[in-house]
């Protein structure tokens, strides 16, 4: 049986909580204006990094936008961002693609120029340094 | 393999690299992550969407709920240009729609297997076996014990000779560390055979 009143209480409960552990006082899918980012295709590892323009642009982001441009100084992986905004991957994802079309932020594409057997070797001898 | 340079930037991006952790609840995935990361172990959420929803069995409650999904990940600078990240799966069975990300372009996977519910780590053997995936199963020994013979495991889980198998201590960072070894040998091999195979 599902029970319906203690649904209801957990719900109330998290009303109460406007402003969450973050104290954002929005809920994350506000700041993407409901977009879910389940259309945009960058991969958990992709590595993000400001533009050298990114200084430019500051003062016109909010501050989930101005923080994740500070966030990505040096590269950061998409994956890292979200959980250091402390915002769902989807949300992170659809920021990441806004700020890339404004040219705030860059992503870092690897281009494959030699074999995936030479980039494992090269992880191989990585791991065993470890 | 090089990086694009784009002009904006002042210095290229390094090269990422995944690893999956997999295996049953508790079987000490995160604490796998935990051992070896550099940074502080992070969790990332993810919602699932009410279409996924409708298909799993709490979706009774409502289907406009959503369910939050956590991934623990961890970091590894391998070299100046290579970074690896550790992805632990969301561990029950109703987040493996998840696991498509978390693999898609990686490596290989690293199965953690609890001796004492060893059928917990099938769901990971037959993803990633589907997938023809390279993976090894490491046998988180609990009791600090290594009662079980690994070639009694190897009969148990049903897997090839081929898929390396060894114990695997989570907590312990040479465990750790042989364990990621093994599975880039075997990528590595694999990678080998097929290239190979394809002149």
């Known amino acids: ?5 203690e649904l209801r209480i957990e719900y109330e409960g998290e009303l109460e909580h406007d402003a969450d552990a973050t104290g954002r006082l929005i809920r994350p899918y506000a700041i993407t ?14 590595q993000i990094q400001a533009s050298t323009r990114a200084s430019h642009h500051l003062g016109a982001y909010r501050w989930e936008a101005a923080r994740l441009i500070d966030l990505v100084q040096a590269p950061m992986a998409l994956i890292e961002l979200a959980a250091r905004l402390e915002l769902p991957l989807g949300v992170a994802r659809v920021l990441v693609a806004d700020l890339l079309s404004d040219g705030a932020v860059v992503l870092h594409r690897p281009v494959a120029t030699q074999n995936f057997g030479s980039l494992l070797e090269r992880v191989l001898d990585g791991v065993r340094n470890l | 393999m090089s990086v694009t340079s784009d002009p904006t930037t002042t ?11 997999a295996g049953g609840f508790g079987v000490g995935k995160s604490t796998f ?5 550099e940074i502080e172990p992070l969790r990332s959420e993810a919602m699932m969407t009410s279409a996924s ?21 961890g970091r590894i600078s391998l070299t100046e240009e290579i970074v690896l990240y550790l992805f632990g799966t969301p561990g029950q069975q109703r987040f493996h729609f998840m696991w498509n990300e978390l693999s898609r372009g990686a490596i290989g996977a690293v199965i953690l297997a609890d001796t004492r ?3 917990d780590c099938f ?60 599975l880039v040998e075997l990528a590595l091999l694999r990678e080998r055979a097929q290239a190979h195979a394809a002149t």
């Not at chain 1, 049986?1 to 009143?5: E, L, R, T, V």
């Not at chain 2, 990971?124 to 009694?152: L, W």
């Open chain 2, 33 to 37: 992550v935990n051992t070896i990361s």
């Open chain 2, 117 to 119: 519910r060893l059928g």
């Open chain 2, 11 to 21: 210095a290229p991006g390094k090269i990422p690299v995944k690893i999956v952790v």
């Open chain 2, 123 to 182: 769901a990971a053997i037959d993803y990633f076996e589907a997938r023809s995936m390279p993976f090894i199963i490491a046998v988180n020994p609990f009791d600090g014990q290594k009662t079980h013979a690994i070639d009694a495991i190897r009969e148990a889980v049903q897997v090839d000779v081929k898929v390396p198998m060894l114990f695997c201590d989570a907590r312990d960072r040479a465990d750790v560390k042989n364990g990621l070894i093994a």
């Open chain 1, 33 to 46: 204006g409901g977009r879910t980012g389940a259309d945009i295709d960058i991969d958990l590892e992709a």
């Open chain 1, 1 to 5: 049986m599902i029970d319906n009143s």
């Open chain 2, 53 to 73: 929803a409708e298909l799993d069995d709490l979706s009774q409650i409502s289907t406009k709920e959503t369910t939050t999904v956590a991934m623990d990940f």
